[in-house]
């Protein structure tokens, strides 16, 4: 049974809190800017793919990096290093303006180092601070209050990137991780245990002889080469539409869709209800992805983006609570989830690697027509990565 299952913590609320922030920048870096390169580049798959490339590059390899000190119990600082890049980051971009586009590896590269910056302590942090038993209504609720946000501020982002420029938009971005560095203090602090030093070998090792972590590990890859789905919804919504007001306005209207997804998952479902959730949100997709392959147009663009934001973040969600669980179960020990979180990235750098290279590669040899079938590549990648990872369940749960 979950106790006090409809209602946040204090530790559980802060953690929301950070989440929405992110949210905002990453709706601003993940998609806005995304929109800006293609519209500021002579080939905007290959710059779209570039910018995703070294961006992912930088938070595996900022992952590494710090694992050390997030395992000495230096999450905080590690965790503060988030917001020092996002405010330098959003400098960068009001002082460029409209040469941003020139700069897109320096730019993925520092997008890159502050969702490392976030992601290793915060995972960490999650898994000390919210048990297994309240983990799935955590991820939805969490989700829900998170998605609230997207209402207003595609609507709002998106009408200021029309009728002024990406460089006053980096400015309210900045101010606001400005605001966010003072909630820092909000976060609880985090036990001080004297660890061994971070050891990947040892627990390649340890991976290779336990079949979950197998399992789960092979579903991270095949989830991160699905990852370059979202971009990939941006560059056709952004085709069809041509303004950034329209990418906001019909990005609200498929958050309010996420909202009322996450917020039923948090609510009525529990870890045994995953397997039927992965089978409902992949017959969605299909659909979709079927009406997409058949026919480029507004309304089979729009019908995907809906299985998108219902069916994606939904199965995201399952297989984001089975990361957290398993980081708590019996196949990672405590002086070893540190290593966990940073192998489980580079088997994601991994697949979001070659998902890259392969839009790059359509990009570079103009192969707009393959495009549809790589939409659909990606999305069976995706499903039957779920449904290795809702197969583990049972097994983490024990």
């Known amino acids: 049974m979950r106790e006090n299952c409809h209602r946040l913590t204090k530790n559980e609320w802060v953690l929301t809190g950070f989440s929405v922030f992110h949210?905002?920048?990453?709706l601003f870096l993940g998609t806005f800017v995304v929109s800006f390169l293609i519209h500021n580049s002579i080939n905007e798959l290959v710059s779209v793919s570039a910018y995703r490339f070294f961006e992912i590059l930088a938070i595996c390899l900022t992952f590494i990096m710090t694992a050390n000190w997030c395992k000495n119990g230096n999450m905080r600082v590690i965790f503060g290093m988030n917001i020092v890049t996002r405010i330098a980051l959003m400098g960068l971009i009001a002082v460029l303006g409209s040469d941003a586009a020139s700069w897109l590896v320096v730019l993925g590269i520092m997008y890159g180092a502050f969702e490392g910056f976030y992601n290793l302590p915060i995972?960490?942090?999650t898994t000390e601070k919210v048990c297994s038993e309240r983990m799935v209504f955590?991820?939805?609720?969490k989700e829900a209050i998170r998605n609230i946000f997207k209402i207003l501020l595609p609507i709002v982002l998106g009408t200021m990137l029309t009728l002024t420029s990406l460089q006053d938009v980096a400015w309210v971005i900045m101010i606001m991780a400005i605001i966010e560095f003072f909630m820092l203090f909000?976060?609880?602090p985090c036990k001080c245990e004297k660890r061994s030093p971070v050891n990947l070998v040892a627990f390649y090792n340890h991976l290779k002889q336990t079949?979950?972590?197998?399992r789960i590990f092979l579903s991270e890859t095949l989830r991160g080469f699905a990852w370059i789905l979202e971009t990939v919804v941006v560059l056709y919504i952004v085709n069809v539409f041509?303004?950034?007001?329209?990418?906001?306005i019909w990005s609200t209207v498929f958050a309010f869709c996420t909202i009322v997804a996450s917020w039923a998952f948090g609510r009525f479902c529990s870890n045994r209800d995953f397997k039927w959730i992965i089978i409902s949100c992949s017959v969605l997709f299909a659909l979709s992805t079927a009406a997409l392959i058949i026919g480029v147009n507004r309304f089979s663009i729009l019908l995907y983006a809906f299985a998108y934001a219902v069916g994606i973040v939904t199965t995201n969600q399952v297989c984001g609570t089975n990361i957290l669980n398993l980081g708590q179960s019996k196949f990672v020990s405590k002086d070893n989830r540190t290593e966990y979180f940073v192998m489980r990235d580079i088997v994601l750098f991994m697949g979001r690697w070659a998902g890259c290279l392969c839009l790059m590669y359509i990009g570079t040899f103009n192969l707009y027509?393959?495009?549809q079938y790589f939409i659909a590549i990606l999305f069976c990648s995706h499903i039957v990565a779920c449904i290795i990872s809702a197969n583990q369940t049972k097994k983490i749960a024990h």
């Open 186 to 188: 909000l976060l609880p």
């Open 242 to 248: 041509h303004t950034d007001m329209n990418l906001g």
């Open 23 to 26: 949210t905002v920048s990453n």
């Open 138 to 141: 955590f991820v939805g609720t």
């Open 369 to 371: 027509g393959v495009l």
């Open 123 to 125: 995972h960490l942090i």
């Open 211 to 214: 079949p979950v972590l197998r």
